[in-house]
Structures are given as C-alpha cells and as structure tokens.
C-alpha cells in the first residue's frame, strides 16, 4: 500500500483522496531545487483562489517523502458545442491573464480540465477569485491552538452556497501541513486497513454527515486510546448550531461580492447585473455565481458550467485489498 503526502492512497491505476474518498488527478516527481519549489508553491497558491469552468484548481501540493506532488480534482471533460469552445479557452485566458497567472506546457497539462464537443447551453464562462473569510482563519486557528491530548471537536456550519463545500477542501490542506492524517468519515469507517495507517499519528476525521450524532467515530476512539496524542473532529453542517464550539461560515459583504467577480469585455457581466446578482444572493457566493452565470447566452451562445458539489462517499471496495 502506498500513500502520497499522507492523504493520497495508490489504488492500482488511481489515486485516492483519503479526505474526501474521491478519484483525483495526482502529479509526482523529484523534488526540485528549493528556488523551484517556492515558485511552483507560489503558483499553486495562486491558482487554489481561482475558479473557470475550465481550470482545475489544486487541493494540495508540496514537497513531501522526498518527492514534489500536486493534486486535482478528476471532473468529467466540459461539454459544448465545439463552436463555443475557442470563446470559453478565450475567457480563460484572459482571466488568467488578468491575474498574472502564466501557465506552462507542463502546467496547463495539470490544470487545464478537458474539453469536448457537446449540446449547446445557455450559460456564461465567469471568472472567480475566492475571497478571504473568517472562518478559515477561526478554523484554522482552532487547529492550530495547543491542547491537551485526546479528540478535539470543530463544527463548522454554512448555509447552501455559502462555501462550505470549499472550505472543508481547504481546510484538508490546513489539517495535513498542521500534521494530521486527514480522512473523510466515510473512509475511516470503510477502509479495513486504517488502524494501521494512522497507528501513532495525529488524526483528523472530516465528518459532512447532517445527523445528530454526537457520538465520536470509532477512528478517533481508537487512535486516542492507542497513543496520548491530540485528535480532530471537523463536522460540516448546513443547519445552524448552538454548540460552543461552532464556527459560522461568515456571509460575503456587497464589496467583497465585487471583488470575486472578473469583468470581462466580451463576455461582461454588465454592472447592472452584478448589482442585481449581489441583492439576489444575500451575501452567499454561490447564489451569486448561480445568478450571473445563467443569466443568457453571452456572444455566439458561450457559458458556465455549474457545477455541483463533491459527494463525499466511503473509499471504493476496491481500495481496501491493496497490497502492501
């Protein structure tokens, strides 16, 4: 059994994502000097604030085990019709550009998501710079704080479109560079060999279930039993909690709304619509990308995507018998 960065399991011809259970796209090599390190983090980072229908932004990168690794989400290829197709490669670029991000052969074979032709839709390719939130940095600091051994519970709560899918992809990383062997639930239940794995580490269990269920899962019992180590229980919830120990996913002001938007000269959109947009979407990024996004067809009938949240699903069968 080989695991990448503590959180990329080798299935055959696959890599798994242990915090999410999801097939993603996984690029390793020899490490680089530590100049081209720094760059290709720095680029990395940049792109991980990005989002285009056509770009595929990484989930984690780095330099670990003697080896550079990146990691993308594994998405269908984008369907349109081929005549639209050079428009959409256009506005990336342009994004892209705007953003002072230039991608090399090698990157663009990484980051730049398939493209085949397919029915025509009435949607329009955005441009999108996540924004800072509070919650990242409460979480964040909340795994970072000394305390004393045993599972330590987070709840994290947001309402749908508030970002909260993208937060605990983000927060995957933030637990794995903390130290922790982050696992999705579902995962740690399914996978037979995960006592093994994380025997003597730092555990974090990523937990999107909405059941009331207070009870610790069974990974985290058994690894606070075997070792006088600190564990995390991150729960994701679309309803509100009144727990102590709730962090609120905090909804985006009418400039910050602005700012995650790029303005395209061909495709716009036009203020008035971004104006219609932010009042429409009450501070939740994702009503705001949904209503700018399939407004009408933009020039020749180019448009978005809308894509839709990652399933977080137990690891496949098949991943349990590797060998070792």
């Not at 428009?87 to 991000?101: G, K, N, Q």
């Not at 309803?239 to 709730?246: I, K, L, T």
């Not at 971004?274 to 009408?296: H, I, T």
């Not at 180019?302 to 349990?320: D, L």
């Amino acid at each position: 059994m080989q695991v990448i960065a503590r959180r990329f399991l080798i299935d055959r011809d696959d890599a798994i994502d242990l915090a999410t259970g999801e097939v993603v796209r996984l690029w390793t090599e020899a490490p680089p000097s530590l100049a081209e390190q720094h760059a290709r983090a720095a680029f990395c980072d940049r792109l991980a604030g990005l989002r285009h229908p056509l770009l595929l932004s990484p989930l984690d990168y780095g330099c670990e085990e003697g080896r550079w690794f990146e990691a993308y989400p594994s998405r269908p290829a984008l369907r349109a019709p081929a005549r639209q197709l050079p428009d959409i490669a256009l506005h990336a670029i342009r994004f892209l550009t705007a953003e002072s991000v230039a991608l090399t052969t090698s990157a663009a074979e990484r980051v730049i998501r398939p493209a085949i032709d397919g029915p025509a839709a009435c949607w329009r390719p955005l441009g999108i710079r996540l924004q800072a939130r509070a919650a990242i940095e409460e979480a964040r600091a909340a795994i970072d704080a000394p305390r004393p051994p045993g599972v330590v519970r987070l709840v994290v709560t947001g309402a749908r479109g508030s970002g909260l899918t993208t937060l605990r992809l983000q927060l995957a990383r933030v637990a794995r560079l903390a130290g922790y062997v982050v696992l999705d639930r579902g995962v740690a239940r399914g996978w037979a060999a995960v006592a093994a794995f994380t025997a003597g580490q730092h555990v974090c269990i990523l937990d999107s279930r909405e059941q009331d269920d207070d009870r610790v899962p069974a990974a985290l019992v058994r690894a606070a039993a075997a070792s006088a180590r600190r564990h995390l229980w991150v729960r994701f919830q679309r309803r509100g909690s009144s727990a102590p120990d709730v962090i609120a996913l905090d909804r985006l002001g009418r400039n910050a709304m602005h700012a995650m938007l790029f303005i395209d000269d061909h495709y716009g959109p036009s203020p008035a619509e971004v104006a219609k947009a932010v009042d429409a979407a009450q501070g939740l990024p994702g009503r705001f990308v949904e209503a700018l996004s399939g407004v009408r067809p933009g020039p020749r009938g180019a448009g978005w995507v809308h894509e839709t949240s990652p399933v977080y699903s137990p690891i496949p069968a098949a991943a349990v018998a590797v060998a070792p």
